[in-house]
Every structure is written in structure tokens, then in C-alpha cells.
């Protein structure tokens, strides 16, 4: 029964250790791809129109904003899996059992999560307000028509976004839940099990003194 446990308790480190490279590893694509895009739009943008077209300094300041969040947030992601990730790879490519301990993603838990929210959820938001900014920087003196448009469409394409990450994050966490319980109460039968097998043994004859 130790074996049994011991194996299922590998089963669940190396699990745990894919889950935390895949998470890396989406972040660090995603965190690129935003940041890059960031980058470029600030760069492209002109912000020195012809005389009489100056955008006005509310929306120049958020737009400045918003570039400088998106690009934070997404270099942090990226730092975060730029560090861990080939600590992780290294021990994932080996695929050996006894060396799954050695992979430090149990210790640094927090920080892939801190990385994974990073990117996935702060990098998408900012990049969304940014496309939403970026609109209004290049249509304000073009069309003010075209601005208000792409808000309005913006706006329940952001709402959609977000109560699909809320039902998402709703779903798995139940998986997560029910994973956790089905593993408890397979330990715990596993517990009783080994407890029968232990100290139920054979039954010995009385023994007869003869005086």
C-alpha cells in the first residue's frame, strides 16, 4: 500500500510540474506578443499632427498610461518565466521519477501564479483599453465617428471577455475541487485498507496446559 501512495503522490509532483511549464511557457508568448505589440504602437503612433489637430492631453496621458501598464505587467511575466522555466525544462526533459523533487515549481508556486494572472489577465485587460486608446489617438482628427464606433463595439466585446474568465476561472476551480476530493477519499481508502491488512492477522489456537 506505501508503494501505491508513493506513486500516486509522483503522479500528482509530475502533474503538477507540466502544468507549471505549460503555464510558463504560455505566459512568456503571450507577454512577448503584448509587449511587442505595445512597443510598436507607441512608436508608430504620431503625435505631432499638422497645426490645429492636437489631440487633446487627457487622452495623450491615457494612452501613455496604459502603454506603460501593459508593458509592465507583460515584462514581468516574462522576466518571472524567463528565470523559472528552464529550471522546470531541464527536469521535465529528463523524465525521471526520483527527479521531480529536484524541479524547484512547488517552491516557487507563487510565482508562476503571480506570472500566469500577469500575463493572462492584467496583459489581455490593459491590451484591450490600449486597442480601445489607440482608436481614439489615430480616428480623433480622421473621423471622431470611427473613435466612438470602435468603443462601442470595444465595450461588449470587454464585457464578453470577462465573464468568460469569470466562468472559466468558476469551472476550474470545481475541477480542481473535485480532483482534490477524489484523491482524498481514494487515500482514505486506501488508509483503511492498510489498516485492515495490518492488524488483522491470523487467528492462533488456545494452548492447553496440561497439569
Known sequence: MEDVTT???????????????????????ASALLAGFAMVAMVEVNFSPAEGEQLPPG??????????LLVSFNMLALMISTCILPNVDAIASLNIVSFVKESPHAELRNYIELAWI????????FFMIEIGLLCWVQFYHVL?????????????????????????????????????????????????QWSNTSFVGPKRKPSLQIV
Open 144 to 192: 471622431v465617428v470611427a473613435a466612438w464606433a470602435s468603443t462601442v463595439a470595444l465595450i461588449p466585446i470587454t464585457l464578453v471577455f470577462i465573464v468568460v474568465a469569470v466562468k472559466f476561472y468558476q469551472a476550474l476551480m470545481r475541477h480542481n475541487y473535485f480532483l482534490r476530493e477524489s484523491t482524498v477519499q481514494e487515500l482514505e481508502l486506501l488508509n483503511e
Open 118 to 125: 500577469a500575463s493572462t489577465v492584467f496583459g489581455i485587460m
Open 59 to 68: 487622452l495623450i496621458v491615457s494612452f501613455a498610461i496604459c502603454t506603460v
Open 7 to 29: 506513486d500516486r503522490a509522483t503522479i500528482d509532483s509530475w502533474k503538477r510540474l507540466f502544468l507549471s511549464r505549460a503555464k510558463l511557457k504560455a505566459a512568456s508568448q
